[in-house]
């Protein structure tokens, strides 16, 4: 696969703390209960919605010595927050899963702090472990220029490469298992600092958008996502014309794109192992079946090595249209001819060969065909 793909810009950095949609509202309280605070301070909750900058939401004076102090504000969504000390810049994140949030903590030992929420214990949890990954990977690397020969020194530097791999895989599960669109969001925040790759966003924020379909911040975030990635596009933008291959179908035929220029035809990228692509095809199903007499078809290309698992998929998830593939994975020409970083992936073509849209999943699908094809 080209390693020449677009690289993320960091629209993903507007998601690590709270979003402020045009949602009802309900009140949030932070207590926060202190001993040993060497001054008094002021402390503030800080928010930020999606793609601007931090607010300053409330903020309050805690006296020196031992005691509490309350903020609040009203949300309406999910989202993290910060709890920001004016002493030594110090802060606590936490996840507003509940209205009532109790923070406690020792100034002599603040990394100890205990916070009540579900959710704000599970985002103590990824940024503890995560801390404790990076921080075993940096003893490996730390003085390798004093080992006596290159060889030793490598294999420290291939230790901390495999801590720091470690690192990432676990922002990647996190992401993709965290019970709270909050704290999965700002998980992957994390992973997109450390390693600035779409094709590792995509099936993770289309899985997020699956897991939380009534969340609006994590629902924007993949509508915006999905819009940045087709301006990445220069081969496969709407309007140009599909570039044409021919592959050879199950039973080994070739089969060109060409020969199905007199057709609206949806070229679907996909593959047996790629679970949201076996997710997303009965939809692509019911899209086929509503649409096959209106001078539509499909054209499955599937990213498969195993031909006995990828004859098995067509069969088990019922694809009744053309399948082709050249069993070659990633490797295969329209890879690159179609700039494919994820799958599953689809575009749209006219009759005459120009591409109509990109990516079309769900109801997406649904309404584009409705709106194209012959009424």
């Known amino acids: 696969m ?5 690289t993320l810009i960091f629209f993903l950095s507007g998601i690590v703390l709270a979003l402020s949609c045009r949602q009802p509202q309900q009140n949030m309280q932070v207590k926060i209960t202190v001993s040993n605070n060497p001054e008094k301070q002021l402390v503030s909750l800080i ?10 939401l409330d903020t309050v004076t805690l006296a020196a010595g031992s005691g509490s102090c309350s903020l609040q504000t009203l949300v309406s969504t999910e989202g993290i927050y910060s709890i920001q000390f004016d002493k030594d810049d110090r802060y606590i994140l936490f996840t507003n899963d509940e209205p009532q949030v109790n923070i406690s903590l020792d100034w002599n030992d603040f990394s100890a702090y205990t916070v009540s929420t579900p959710a704000s214990l599970s985002l103590k949890k990824l940024l503890r472990d995560y801390e404790q990954y990076l921080s075993a990977a940096d003893v490996l690397k730390k003085d390798t220029t004093g ?15 495999q801590k720091e791999d470690i690192a990432l895989q ?4 996190y992401t993709d298992s965290a019970k709270s669109p909050a704290v999965a969001m700002y998980a992957l925040g994390m992973l997109q600092q450390q390693k600035n790759d779409s094709m590792l966003m995509k099936p ?26 087709t301006k990445q596009r220069s081969a496969v933008a709407p309007g140009k014309p599909a570039p044409l291959f021919t592959l050879p179908d199950t039973s080994g035929q070739q089969v060109s794109l060409q020969s199905l220029r007199s057709k609206y035809v949806l070229v679907d990228f996909w593959a047996s ?7 997303e095809n009965p939809n692509v199903v019911a899209a086929y079946k509503a649409f096959k007499d209106k ?7 599937s990213l498969d090595k195993d031909k006995a698992a990828w004859l098995n998929a067509i069969r088990k998830d019922s694809l009744s249209w053309q399948q082709v593939s050249d069993l070659k994975e990633w490797q295969s020409a329209v890879v690159d001819m179609y700039e494919i970083e994820a799958i599953p992936f689809n575009v749209l073509i006219d ?10 999943r769900g109801d997406r699908l649904h309404q584009k065909l409705a709106e194209v094809l012959p009424k």
Do not use: M
Request: proline share 5%; charged share 20%; hydrophobic share 40%.
């Open 2 to 6: 080209n390693s020449g793909k677009a």
């Open 47 to 56: 928010g930020k919605e999606y793609g601007r900058q931090p607010v300053i």
């Open 147 to 161: 080992f006596a020969t290159d060889s030793i020194r490598n294999v420290a530097l291939a230790a901390a490469k």
């Open 170 to 173: 676990y922002l990647y599960h």
């Open 204 to 229: 993770l924020i289309s899985h997020l958008s699956v897991r939380f379909p009534k969340d609006e911040a994590v629902q924007q975030l993949n509508r915006d996502y999905h819009t940045w990635l």
């Open 273 to 279: 192992w790629c679970g949201p692509c076996r997710k």
């Open 295 to 301: 001078n539509f078809t499909v054209l499955g290309v």
């Open 351 to 360: 009759p005459g060969g120009k591409i109509v849209a990109v990516d079309l």
